[in-house]
């Protein structure tokens, strides 16, 4: 299973040169399975970028965490869709007031499209996400109701031994103390228990959370909290706020590993998701749980490779 990121931002695009190296589009993560099969999470305007990379990828499926504008704005750019032999699958959440379709329609369509979604060329499908298990070529997919506003989910993809669970908006620490909850009283522990890779929101320092609760985001002790609830053995920070510049986020960071090793864990487990950086997980299974077991390749640090490089070749030291 390789996963490449294609946006990273949460909220809304933040484009300039002070995000150039984390990068400023909106929540999109490329999964390509072992069989080729490739599932894009999330259609903000990372998928954009995504969409020129395919070419003629004849099939592809497309998982909506909700449907807010930061996590959809890229459908109507993402040029698979206007390919008459592509066939798109979009899942997302349930809701009793329409169906997927009719509520993304409301997007792609006047005053806000200059197309509308039964105009797209393509062959698209759109099917609410059940909250039970369900098969995407060689994967098992799971998804489950998170804590956010409005229908949200997270979704879990297992190939083989190896599994990715991601939760890009989520505030699990708004009803209690983390630390205290019972596991079954702990928004998505079900979903990311034991996951090789964890991408979880973590848009606010903890000083800005206070003015935040409520909001649907998970500030850092909580989403490095909720990481070592799950037991994950790997952890990629997401959903960063827009107002954040890079020198911010590459302190961020370094905040984010030094906290992890108070809580027990190796510093490179956690880190922060940057666009166009690439990870392939693989290789023999490791226990769940064990500070710095490897997971697949590495992710080097900021500023250490540009946004087109592999990461072919770079093992991580365990």
């Known amino acids: ?101 009719n509520r993304i329609a409301r997007y792609i369509s006047a005053p806000l499209s200059p197309v509308e979604v039964r105009e797209l060329p393509c062959d698209v499908s759109f099917l609410e996400s059940p909250e039970t298990e369900w098969e995407i070529g060689g994967a098992t997919i799971q998804a489950a109701s998170v804590t956010h506003r409005g229908p949200t989910l997270g979704y879990r993809i297992t190939e083989g031994d190896q599994s990715l669970c991601y939760i890009p908006d989520h505030e699990p620490a708004l009803a209690a103390p983390l630390e205290t909850l019972e596991p079954e009283w ?12 964890l991408i979880h929101d973590c848009q606010y320092a903890d000083d800005e959370y206070p003015e935040h609760v409520g909001w649907g985001h998970s500030a850092m ?31 961020f960071e370094v905040e984010a590993q030094n906290r992890w090793v108070e809580l027990g864990g190796h510093p490179e487990d956690v880190q922060l998701a940057v666009e166009r950086r690439e990870l392939a997980l ?22 250490e490779m540009n946004n087109g490089d ?8 365990t």
């Not at 449907?67 to 040029?79: V, W």
């Not at 592509?86 to 379709?101: K, N, R, Y």
């Not at 079900?190 to 890779?197: I, P, Q, R, V, Y």
Request: net charge negative; proline share 9%.
């Open 221 to 251: 002790s909580h989403a490095l909290t909720f990481a070592q609830r799950v037991r994950a053995r790997r952890t990629l920070l997401f959903h960063h706020d827009p107002l954040h510049t890079d020198d911010r986020l590459d302190r």
């Open 186 to 197: 702990i928004s998505g522990h079900g979903l990311a228990a034991d996951a090789s890779l």
């Open 1 to 101: 299973m390789n996963v490449k990121v294609w946006g990273a931002r949460g909220s809304v695009p933040a484009p300039g040169p002070e995000t150039v190296r984390y990068g400023g589009n909106t929540s999109c993560v490329q999964v390509t399975l072992d069989d080729g099969t490739v599932i894009a999470l999330d259609a903000g305007t990372g998928i954009r970028s995504l969409g020129l990379a395919l070419n003629e990828t004849p099939e592809i499926h497309i998982l909506l965490t909700h449907l807010h504008l930061d996590h959809i704005q890229g459908l109507m750019f993402f040029a698979p869709a206007f390919h008459p032999r592509t066939q798109i699958t979009i899942w997302g959440p349930e809701s009793p007031e329409a169906s997927l379709e």
């Open 282 to 303: 693989g290789g023999p299974a490791v226990p769940a749980g064990v500070a710095g077991a490897p997971v697949g390749r590495a992710l080097p640090a900021p500023g």
């Open 310 to 317: 592999s990461l072919a070749g770079n093992a991580r030291p």
